[in-house]
């Protein structure tokens, strides 16, 4: 006896449809009764008989399935057995008696008899990859079904992302997809992916050969829900508080009692629970279950204590993990990220509570999970939903929430509005007498010297800071915080060289950087440090050990599922080694992947060169080329992005010649050269030149791109080698 088993609309029976055909030439009957009209425990084994070609209907029904199954080898498919498992113990029975009858049984639940071998029915795979989709088993049935309604409709490079979307907004459930694709009859891709915020409300279908049960998403999950006991309800709607995967002690401290799990464990018994494959227990509702057990939640007398109750569960585990990163040298910020769909929903409810205590505390330590999965960008509006709302009393709660709203609006571009928060910051620490946070607001003003070209005076910033903290540190233990400090200070140090030209000090100071980041436990601005080395070393032309470290720091980014690092990898490493090679295709794609907002605005060097090789990207594809391979890269998934990188990495392994050709300069840009020739940073050409810092130093940035150069040092030498032959 097998015994298929999951959620409504999993696809069981097609599953047992399908098993029995296959299999229908082993057998010398094989029977298919549906049970879902039943609702009478004692009606099965005449359900059953009453479909055998049996002679003798005088029989007993259990007598005339044994007389029938000994004669002939049958297997009977046993359809909806649910409602009926008090009926189970028959089954057992019947099977005990003969050798010759095999089972095949679908339930929401397993119906515990000794021979039964569960086979749990889970959702279709989902594409890891934008260019597996094709393969994957939910994108094709989605596109069978929808070919059925639409035979024109055919999986390509337009509608790829989208159908993947679709298929994981449904999660890969069988009914969602086949339901799905019958409303393209009414809605175009794009519209009904936007209405898909409600499935259960959407996804419905007049299948004439269908049960009720099975026209409509909604119907599917009603039926399995007026199916549970009124203890099993409560249990079911208090899950729907949790986004995403929960654990047992979660759902425990939000329930208000470890009473909860037996209901729990009833649940995954009847499938509306499902167990991760993961190392630690943890369960999830899929998303049509989910919806429907939101819309109870939503009139249940408990559900303010429960969402606050997680709310307050939450915001203590991030809090627990903030003081630990904090201050021991252990990262384990990547275990987090199947908790940040809890810790954001229960950020959320504080903010539309106007709990402003909580969401201040809240915003105080989730930028500790923001910046390595990459989700700054996205949270600016939390961020701003939280200071619109009155400033606590507690000045360091304050303090935090403040330095993590300046990294959210420098992953915006808004440096006006970082400039001015920093200041602010800097004013509160100086309240605080918080030392390490005034020298790391201190640190974080420097692109602005960089910005206005006085790299000198931000060169002198880093030297400070550093001086200071020995002072303060001595040979004396240090705290994590400390350790960080000198870090980033070297980090900073490394930059405001490579603005400075002097590429070798600064992968010096980017090599001790890593050295101290690791000492402090920091895995993210480890390799952080290790993508700016990885750069450096392109522009020190050492190529080989530049792809290698970067190919790195790419690998271990995605395998701990920082994304947010794995595109830093790409802006400040990758992007600028496919430039080299000539690869404009994977600079097009690897920019559109991280498609940062600051791209345009952003003062580095390496930002001003990113802009440089995209502009030199168009113009080597033409427009519709890159616009082509732009498409493609908003498309890639980060395992895409990786397979990508390894591509490149295994390309011509020296870089492309440079241009020695100064002939379509402008005279402007041979103005500029000239001053960099002579030495003048970006701020003292344009004071000579009546132009801004900052169209001085895209002066320079074109002059690098039209040169093949690297850096000012370059620059200045090409310059020397084009006068000589004149001087001569």
Partial sequence: MITLRGPGGIGKTALALHLAHAVRGEYDHVQVVDLTHLRDPAEVLGAVAATLPAHDRSLPPGRLILDFTGQHRTL?????????L??????????????????????????????EREYPVGPLALPERAQHAASSPAVQLFVARAQATSPAFELNALNTAQVIRLCGVLEGVPLALELAAARLRTYALPDLLARLERPLEVLRADFRDRPERLRSLRAAVQWSYDLLSEDDRAVFECCAVFEGSFTPEALTEVWGSPDVLDGAESLLEQSFLQRLDTP?????????????????????????????????????MTEELFLRWEHTNTDDRAAYLPHYPNVRAGMVWVIEQGRADLAYRYLGVVGA????????????????????????????????????????LNSVGQYQARNARLREVLALCRELGDVESAA???????????????????????????????????????????????????????????????????????TLARQYFREAGNAMFDLESGTVMG??????????????????????????????????VLRWGLIFLAARLQDWNA????????????????????DRQLRHDIAQAREALGEAGFRDAWEAGTHLRLPDVVELAERLARGPRHPPQRSASGADLTPREREVLALVSQGHPDRRIARLLGIS?????????????????????????????????DSA
């Fill in 76 to 84: 009977l498919v046993l359809d909806n057995f649910e409602q009926l």
């Fill in 693 to 725: 810092p900052g169209t001085a130093s895209k002066h320079v940035g074109n002059l690098l791109g039209k040169l093949g150069l690297r850096n000012r040092v370059e620059l200045t030498r090409w310059a020397i080698e084009q006068a000589e032959p």
């Fill in 369 to 408: 999970l923001w910046a390595p999965f990459g989700l700054f960008v996205q949270e600016v509006p939390l961020v701003e939903r939280v200071l619109a709302l009155p400033a606590p009393a507690d000045r360091r709660v304050l303090l935090r929430a403040l330095e993590v709203s300046v990294d959210s």
């Fill in 280 to 316: 630690d227990t943890r369960w999830r509702m899929l998303q049509p279950l989910r919806e429907l057990a939101a819309e109870h939640l939503d009139g249940h007398p408990q559900a303010p204590l429960w969402r606050e109750r997680h709310a307050l569960y939450f915001l203590k």
């Fill in 440 to 510: 790391w607001a201190s640190l974080n003003l420097i692109p602005v010297a960089w910005e206005e070209g006085r790299g000198e005076e931000a060169w002198e910033t880093v030297q400070r800071v550093l001086r200071e903290y020995r002072e303060r540190v001595g040979d004396g233990p240090q705290t994590r915080k400390q350790r960080m400090l000198r870090a980033s200070a070297h980090l900073h140090g490394a930059l405001t060289l490579l603005e400075l030209g002097r590429h070798a000090e600064a992968l010096e100071y980017a």
């Fill in 587 to 606: 600079v097009a794609q690897f920019t559109a992947f991280v498609n940062d907002p600051a791209f345009e605005y952003a003062p580095s060097v390496p």
């Fill in 535 to 568: 750069m450096l070393m392109l522009h020190l032309h050492r190529l080989p050990e530049a792809r290698t470290l970067l190919l790195a720091c790419l690998h271990d980014a995605a395998d701990k599922g920082f994304r947010g690092v794995a595109e830093e």
């Fill in 86 to 115: 008090p009926a189970a113990s028959h089954l057992g029975d019947l099977l005990s008696e003969t050798a010759t009858l095999q089972l095949v049984v679908t339930s929401r639940s397993a119906l515990h008899l000794h021979d």
